[in-house]
């Protein structure tokens, strides 16, 4: 008894003895099978994890703020390179949509061809025109195809509403093309179109021998006064004589007058502008062997 009390007396000792008793409880009790945690393990895990909230959301805040910042870093060389990439796309865009007038402008040519073809059966070489010569009394434009393309001195031009002018003069790779405007029944090196109006083959004729320079019209000569030829027909050429291929577009009647008794003449507004051209077609038709 006096020892136990001796050793009472050594606090240190006494302070050992109980936290050793302790931590073999503790290890007992931990060890053996449970069902929940007890109040100390709830205690203290409770109180770490209220320790950590508190220290962990001023932490987030802060690495949210400078992660914040890099962001707008990557934000701002985003907003650089969109920046960059709309200066070209505007730069761009022009060209962007002369290709896509371009290709509207072919596909439609090709719709032309195409009709052209199934109807005439003849073959349409598009070109495109170099220079034009606008003298009122010789006009003419320079294409760039030439004898290498199978283009011809007499071939017949038109564009896609309709008959512009004829090949006069061909070199290895460029023609000259003498416009309708040009026509002069007065000058014998202007032929004359045999021209109908369409729905009217059989029983309307006449020839486009001259152009007005002052009203822009063609003159149509030589129609029969039985002729059914009236205003709004669609005159095409005829075929006849075989200068120029059938059924290629001339021009629309404005009026008819008399003529001299025997025949009667027209007013026709020509199908083509003769103006702001950029590509054409050559009618090329088989040659007639000699």
């Known amino acids: 008894m006096l020892e136990l009390f ?16 302790l931590f073999v409880a503790v290890m007992g009790f931990t060890l053996g099978p449970r069902a929940g945690l007890s109040w100390p393990e709830k205690f203290i895990k409770d109180t770490v ?33 969109l920046k960059i990439m709309m200066a070209h796309y505007s730069r761009e865009m022009p060209k962007i949509n002369a290709l896509q007038n371009q290709v509207e402008s072919l596909q439609n040519d090709l ?21 034009v010569n ?14 290498n393309d199978k283009i011809r001195k007499g071939l017949t031009v038109i564009s896609d509403k309709g008959m512009v002018g004829i090949v006069s003069e061909v070199s ?13 029944s007065r000058d014998i090196t202007s032929p004359g179109i045999a021209a109908t109006a369409v729905g009217k083959e059989n029983t309307s004729f006449g020839i486009i021998e001259d152009y007005d320079q002052e009203t822009g019209t063609f003159l149509m000569t030589k129609i029969n006064q039985n002729d059914p030829l009236a205003k709004g027909d669609q005159i095409v050429t005829s075929g006849a004589g075989g200068a120029f291929p059938k059924n290629l577009p001339i021009g629309t009647v404005v009026s008819r007058q008399p003529g001299n008794g025997l025949t009667a003449t027209a007013t026709i507004k020509p199908a083509a502008s003769f103006e702001n051209w950029k590509s054409l077609f050559v009618v090329i038709t088989w040659e007639v062997p000699k």
């Open 172 to 184: 290895n790779f460029t023609s000259t093309v003498k416009l309708l405007t040009s026509m002069d």
């Open 6 to 21: 001796k050793l009472l007396g050594n606090k240190r000792l006494f302070i050992l003895l109980i936290g050793l008793i």
């Open 49 to 81: 994890g209220f320790v950590q909230s508190v220290f962990y959301k001023p932490a987030r805040a802060v690495a949210g703020f400078f992660e914040d910042i890099s962001n707008l870093r990557s934000l701002q060389e985003e907003n650089k390179e």
């Open 134 to 147: 606008n003298d009122p009394a010789n006009r003419t434009l320079v294409i760039n195809r030439g004898s």
């Open 111 to 131: 719709k032309f061809t195409e009709a052209q073809k199934n109807s005439n059966k003849f073959d349409l070489a598009i070109v495109d025109v170099v220079s």
